[in-house]
């Protein structure tokens, strides 16, 4: 009896796939972009120390007014324990407005995108409140709330808010045309648009709302602090250049734009993981 196996020796066994050149370029490219991510930030880092040592090594501008970083450093390696704590109560402030804010923010955007009654009798509010430079509501807020943390947080919402607002408004009300028709093709009640369609198209709008208003969250608070603060950054920044010691003030802003650049890392980070699909569907750069 003949073997069929061996019947035909032209045949030959099928080859495992090879692996495709483009999914090899595309993961080096994703490497690579990684690695940019990385070691970018760094080298941008180390151009603004060299332009701030050589600005102060040439006297460009006065000493007092702008110390060397390494007078910056030896500032903050003197008092780690109290620019820590004082970064602390700041970074709270931070959360804490910037938390009262997105609230805030997503409910007056919606109840904005819902009718257009409502957008057209509040937006010139909004955008006049919006206006008023913050920094000049410093003393009223001392004034009607006290000293402490309630103006500090009142400044922060203050600043933070409206971008939020207007993100919010503008993702809902600019759902993309064949999601829109979509849902009425499902007959679906305004809810189910609201929760599987409308608002889960505007979050890519709303984050840019988010990513815009966390460092004026940080503003917000530092100028709260500045006017009303018993502690915190701003605070410290005001006793300090106050006797003289702008070492230690810059040290403390230096905090201050550390802490901004980790909370917006944050939210970039929470941002990837909660809207994985955003990235895959937009164009990268």
Known sequence: MTDVRSADPAVAEPSPPSASPDAGRTGRGAGLRAGADTVLPAVGLLVALAVWWLTARLELIHPAALPPPGEVLTAFVDKPAQLLEHTWDTMLEILTGFALSVAAGVLIGLSLASSRTVERMFTPLLVAVNAVPKITLGPLLVVALGWGQKPILTMVFLLCFFPIVLSTATGL?????????????????????????????????????????????????????????????????????????????????????????????ALVLIERIALPWVRETTSSR
């Open 173 to 265: 009300t600019t759902t993309p045309a064949d999601l829109a028709e979509l849902v009425r093709s499902w007959n679906a009640s305004r809810w189910q648009a609201f929760r599987k369609v409308r608002f889960p198209a505007a979050l890519p709008q709303i984050f840019v709302g988010l990513k815009v208003g966390m460092p004026l969250a940080a503003i917000g608070a530092v100028i709260g602090e500045f006017q009303a603060g018993e502690s915190g950054l701003g605070y410290v920044i005001t006793q300090y250049a106050g006797i003289g010691d702008t070492a230690t003030a810059w040290a403390a802003i230096m905090l201050v734009a550390l802490v901004s650049i980790l909370l917006y890392s």
